[in-house]
């Protein structure tokens, strides 16, 4: 049996607005993104999620099945959420949100070889002490964690309190990733790169940024090293970081690497360029549309 990997978080319809005015609607949700990643990648994935019996319900569950996701329903949700994404003349999205998170049943994290979270999920309520309590679990069970804050303000706590949850969740995981535009929200007036550097001293064996389509940074320990981006015609960014994280997580799971304490510069460099060459596929074409195992090799 290959590796198994537990993700648990928001699963929604994004409804892309495009500047000429067409509308296309996608499956999306950054959990729900990284869980696509990882089993188009050859990990066994399970996403623990709530997503209601209706159209967009609908729309989720045939995208998880086409990619292998396992679904688990996290407990009745209502409709199920949207986010309403707004892409600009340069291919950049902002969001308006529409869904709730409180999920009443979560699986044992014992089960698998990794525990994602992140996002609205990680930081949303109430929905959010059940994660964290999900992480400290893992955590003290010495499992793999890995997390991404994915940083909606118009979502989430005051900065401040925001700021700290994402600390505490940073000290229990293994591998954190974060966009330069969430470290900007958590600065507190210090640098993207202070972030980066804060939240890999909480104890992750690697903690990593992405910066849009400048170079991206991986740092464990005392080793940091910078990937560079390769240049493609961009659709959108829609899920760019989510297949960058999963892409990351997938490659430490297929190489054995998950339990690792730390990473060598070599290795930095090695997992970085697998994984800004899986987000630059997704950000060619419409939609958070994580390339497949093959398509890597490919690449």
């Known amino acids: 049996m290959g590796p198994r990997a537990l993700l648990v978080g928001e699963a929604l319809v994004d409804v892309t607005r495009m500047p000429d005015g067409t509308v296309a609607e996608h499956p999306g949700g950054s959990p729900l993104n990284v869980a696509v990643t990882m089993a188009r990648q050859g990990i066994d994935t ?8 209706d159209r967009f319900g609908d729309l ?47 699986p044992d994290p014992a089960d698998f070889d ?33 997390f991404d804050p994915n940083v909606r303000l118009t979502l989430g706590p005051p900065v401040p309190v925001l700021r700290q949850r994402v600390l505490d969740l940073a000290s229990s995981s293994r591998f954190v990733k974060l966009s330069d535009e969430d470290a900007s929200v958590l600065a507190e007036g210090g640098s993207p790169e ?70 060598g510069a070599d290795e930095l460099r090695e997992l970085g360029e697998v994984a800004v060459r899986a987000s630059a596929i997704t950000v060619s074409r419409p939609g958070a549309d994580p390339p497949w195992r093959d398509e890597l090799r490919q690449g």
């Open 46 to 53: 399970t996403l623990a999620a709530q997503v209601g019996d």
């Open 114 to 146: 990794l525990l994602h979270v992140g996002s609205i999920g990680a930081w949303l309520e109430p929905g959010a002490n059940a994660v964290a309590d999900l992480v400290r679990r893992a955590h003290d069970e010495g499992q793999a964690v890995g």
């Open 194 to 263: 202070s972030v980066l550097r804060i939240l890999a001293a909480e104890g992750p064996a690697l903690a990593a940024m992405t910066r849009g389509g400048a170079s991206a940074v991986l740092r464990s320990g005392d080793h940091e090293v910078e990937v560079p981006v390769p240049q493609v015609a961009v659709a959108d960014t829609i899920g760019a970081g989510d297949t960058w994280m999963g892409t990351l997580l997938a490659e430490l799971l297929l190489r054995g690497w998950v339990d690792r304490t730390g990473f």
């Open 60 to 106: 989720i569950r045939a995208h998880l099945d086409r990619s292998g996701v396992t679904l688990l329903d996290a407990g009745p949700s209502g409709p199920t959420g949207s986010a309403t994404a707004t892409i600009d003349a340069g291919g950049a999205a902002t969001y308006e949100f529409d869904l709730r998170w409180a999920p009443e049943r979560l």
